[in-house]
């Protein structure tokens, strides 16, 4: 069987080669290691120049089949010269192509040895493109934040995604799309991971009007990794320089939400939650919403959740109850 399948994307016509395509997705991962040596990534490539979608997108799948599991197939496929043609792909006129190609681009990411290749072809700001496009697919835009998230472990493509226009896409993003679902989810963490490890992301998004407000937004609303995606950003923006920021956080009510993370959130969640507020507890200088709370009230609070570190009694959530309740009066 797997001599025809190589037979045919070599040698056979257009019909055949995509049958040869399809074939291959239908081999066990046994059979695909024994094409590894008979180069058949090339005449795949060369598939998807074809005018043909259904070429395309056979040539697509087999190759996501190829790379699936095997580091070496990821390697060859942008060895033999599979990003230029990938990359116009994500513009092209089948939606289902399109998908195939971004899913391609998140599976070849994965691999450290393409990272620099990938980022240096451009792929960067095509990929941006896609973070806050209602145009696409949520999967699409799920895909190209994945992708992102990727080549981000590669620490020197960070300042060429910080300056690909990427963080105010993803602020955008997280401002207008349903603070539970996953898309915020995702995008949110790629924005953590930016800010965690670029000076220029945490600049950027401590200066940008309305992101502190999101990021609270977050913190009351989001999934239980967004809210500690968020909470991380916000303690990083306020470490930066306490003294600009405290105020606008607490401006923008942060303390229900924060206070209820510091009891039920991840445990990473509730750590920073709790560095946060200890930041942000000397408050009585700031804005009328700051002066209407209860300062004591916090400082019992505090004493609770550093006494009892994780092991929260009763009386501590009550505490929180009672503060919440007072902040939404």
């Known amino acids: 069987m797997e001599k025809e399948v190589v037979e ?39 598939m998807l120049h ?3 979608y259904e070429a395309i997108e056979a040539a697509l ?3 996501l089949s190829l790379s699936f599991g095997s580091e070496r197939n990821k390697i060859r496929i942008i060895k033999y010269g599979s990003l230029p043609v990938l990359l116009s792909l994500l513009h092209c006129d089948s939606q289902r192509a399109a998908d195939l190609t971004l899913a391609a681009m998140l599976t070849l990411s994965s691999c450290k040895a393409n990272k620099v290749a990938i980022a240096s072809s451009g792929a960067v700001q095509i990929l941006v493109g896609f973070v806050n496009n209602s145009n696409y697919s949520t999967q699409s835009q799920l895909d190209a934040i994945a992708t992102l998230q990727n080549l981000t472990t590669c620490k020197e493509i960070v300042p060429l995604i910080v300056s690909s226009g990427v963080m105010l896409s993803l602020l955008e993003l997280i401002h207008t799309s349903v603070k539970s679902s996953p898309l915020v989810e995702k995008a949110i ?8 490890s670029s000076e220029s992301a945490l600049c950027e998004v401590s200066s940008t009007i309305g992101a502190i407000r999101i990021l609270v937004e977050t913190i009351e609303d ?11 950003i916000l303690l990083l923006v306020c470490q930066s320089c306490r003294e600009k920021y405290r105020g606008l956080i607490l401006t923008e009510g942060v303390m229900p939400g924060l206070l209820q993370l510091s009891v039920d959130g991840t445990w990473r969640a509730k750590s920073m939650a709790r560095e946060l507020l200890l930041l942000l507890r000397d408050c009585s200088n700031y804005s009328s919403r700051c002066k209407q709370i209860d300062h004591e009230l916090i400082e019992r609070i505090m004493d609770e959740i550093e006494a009892e570190g994780e092991e929260l009694a009763d009386t501590t959530l ?10 939404h009066a």
């Not at 019909?15 to 005449?43: F, G, N, Y």
């Not at 963490?189 to 965690?196: D, P, Q, R, T």
Request: proline content about 1%; charged content about 25%.
């Open 8 to 46: 045919s994307l070599w040698n056979g016509d257009g019909e055949s080669q995509i049958q040869a395509a399809l074939e291959l997705c239908r081999l066990s991962s046994k059979q695909r290691h024994k094409l590894e040596e008979s180069r058949v990534m090339v005449p795949l490539i060369s």
């Open 50 to 52: 074809s005018e043909n």
């Open 61 to 63: 799948c087999a190759l």
């Open 189 to 196: 963490g790629l924005l953590e991971n930016l800010v965690s």
């Open 222 to 232: 989001g999934s239980s990794l967004s809210k500690e995606y968020a909470v991380c």
């Open 318 to 327: 009550r505490l929180v109850e009672e503060m919440i309740a007072k902040l």
